[in-house]
């Protein structure tokens, strides 16, 4: 049974560039969530979402940064124009959809992305 | 919105001493209180979780105390081992709505041999 698979594991990219980062959810997981941990930093949520769905993005700059799960493939965070204070490990949950309790969350093994 | 304030920040103990970590909380709907352990360049795993219908749970050498009054909760380790040196979080989160959680600062945590 995979876990949560996030790809790149690496991700070096110059300012003003995109960065594409991916999330697949654990087999049987339909909620998808986004943190993003700076260095020797906790870790900050940004975005919820189901399949096709954005349910809470109350987390997520207003600018340059997108999220998307589509019915087929993984989750996609973008963020257009990288800057510097980009630079961070963003991690991927996944969790069932089981109403009534809480559900727990899954990380993947992130994505560091170091702006240049 | 939720805020956890997590308390220390580093905390050295000498191998099999214990140690705890202490966290608050402040929306009193939070219900579920979770622990990860990160070691470094890992992924966040989860360790033990306490939910507000229980005041105390254990998991061998590990356990997890929750006040609801006080809004706080922490994280016992007993007998430590250098394998437990790691970052713990601890994170509160609600079983209604988005779920999603809201971590702490972070507690490293080294164990001397």
């Known amino acids: 049974n995979a876990g949560v698979m996030q790809n790149p594991r690496h991700l070096v990219r110059r300012r003003g560039q995109e960065a594409r980062l991916r999330c697949s959810p654990m087999k049987g997981h339909s909620h998808v969530y986004w943190y993003r941990q700076l260095p020797e930093e906790g870790l900050k949520f940004m975005v919820y979402?189901?399949?096709?769905?954005?349910?809470?993005e109350s987390g997520m700059p207003k600018e340059r940064f997108s999220a998307e799960f589509p019915k087929e493939g993984p989750s996609i965070l973008r963020i257009q124009q990288v800057v510097r204070g980009d630079s961070a490990a963003y991690f991927c949950?996944?969790?069932?959809?089981?109403?009534?309790?809480?559900?727990?969350?899954?990380f993947g093994p992130g994505t560091r992305l170091t702006v240049l | 919105g939720e805020n956890v304030e997590q308390h220390p920040s580093t905390l050295s103990v000498q191998e099999g001493d214990s140690a705890v970590i202490k966290c608050t909380y402040s929306d009193s709907a939070s219900n579920y209180f979770p622990w990860y352990k990160q070691e470094l360049g890992k992924r966040p795993q989860l360790i033990i979780d306490?939910?507000?219908?229980?005041g105390e749970k254990k998991d061998q050498r590990i356990a997890v105390t929750l006040n609801k009054t006080a809004k706080h909760f922490s994280l016992h380790i007993t007998e430590t081992q250098p394998e437990d040196s790691a970052v713990y979080f601890c994170?509160?989160?609600?079983?209604?709505?988005?779920?999603?959680?809201?971590f702490g600062q972070g507690t490293r945590l080294t164990i001397n041999p």
């Open positions: 949950a996944s969790s069932l959809n089981r109403g009534g309790s809480y559900n727990e969350q899954f």
């Open positions: 994170a509160a989160s609600k079983s209604e709505g988005a779920q999603k959680l809201v």
């Open positions: 979402l189901q399949k096709e769905n954005i349910i809470d």
């Open positions: 306490i939910r507000s219908n229980v």
